[in-house]
């Protein structure tokens, strides 16, 4: 969705790895211990252990015993093992997200948050094209993009400073960039994946819904896209910040579902044209309703759709 505002659209018209050196230490009659810098964890189980991990950025240090014998057969296993971590090292996606929330702001999140929805929302199911791919940087000129140069220069900053121990692609920078964007503003903690290519081209025009559709229009068009009238209206919950009327335009809550209910009028200046068409679709309305009634089953709903949405279309680095 274009928008001159800074606000969140929802809807409109390669990394390399390192492997860490082997730090070997053989006592002269004793068990020797092999030491590396490595981590195998997903940021997935990182989030579901709830503790505050603190790592460096090279990541946890692994102990392995065995005898001298032993080890001088296996070292270069031992090698391979450890570039094999680095991929899924948890330490990547702590330096990512610490890089990010140095340069995003709570005034700054909303625009943040509406490149991902530009990256992705070009995704078409039954071409399986577009989607998550980090086109949007070839396609900042389009008018429906409007207003993304600035948070694509935020990005852009913080993506040079983590490239210099790990680069990044655009893909994956931008789907974190937009998670840690909700936190900041108060939302719910999501955790995405990393491993995503980038695309070395701009997606095809014309895949981004009009904000001028009616709420018939928007689920055919989520639709081509994998999503359904549900997780519609979640993703359109990312509204609730920005310029667009929905309370405070640096919190993210459920504030969002709360207004539409009180339909305001077309005329009004809170809202798109399609968030308004929204409250007038019974299907659509049921998932308002819910979300308005209980943040708490809004922000678990936005978390999976967003995760989705970030998926889409995404072409993934082999391990």
Known sequence: MASTTGTVSLISSTKSSSTFPLKFNFPAKSP???????????????????????LGRRGLV????????????????????????????ISEYELVKEEIRKVVTKGKAAGVLRLVFHDAGTFQVDENSGG??????????????????SPFKILEKAKSEVDTVQPVSWADMISVAGAEAVSICGGPTIQVSLGRLDSKEPDPEGKLPAESLDAFALRQSFQTKG?????LVALSGAHTIGNK???????????????LLEKPSSGSMIGLPSDRALAKDDECLRWITKYAEDQDVFFEDFKKAYVKLVNSGARWKSL
Do not use: W
């Open 245 to 259: 009327g929905f309370g405070s335009p640096t919190v993210f809550d459920n504030t969002y579902f709360k207004i």
């Open 32 to 54: 020797s211990t092999v030491n590396f810098r490595a981590n195998p964890l997903t940021a997935a189980n990182a989030a579901s252990s709830g503790k505050d991990l603190i």
């Open 132 to 149: 998550m791919n980090g086109s949007v940087i070839y396609e900042l000129d389009r008018p429906e993009n409007k207003g993304l140069q």
């Open 227 to 231: 999503f359904s009238t549900q997780e």
């Open 62 to 89: 692994f102990t392995l015993t065995a005898t001298l014998p032993l080890l001088l057969p296996f070292s270069e296993c031992i090698e391979a093992f450890a570039a094999k971590a680095v991929e899924s090292d």
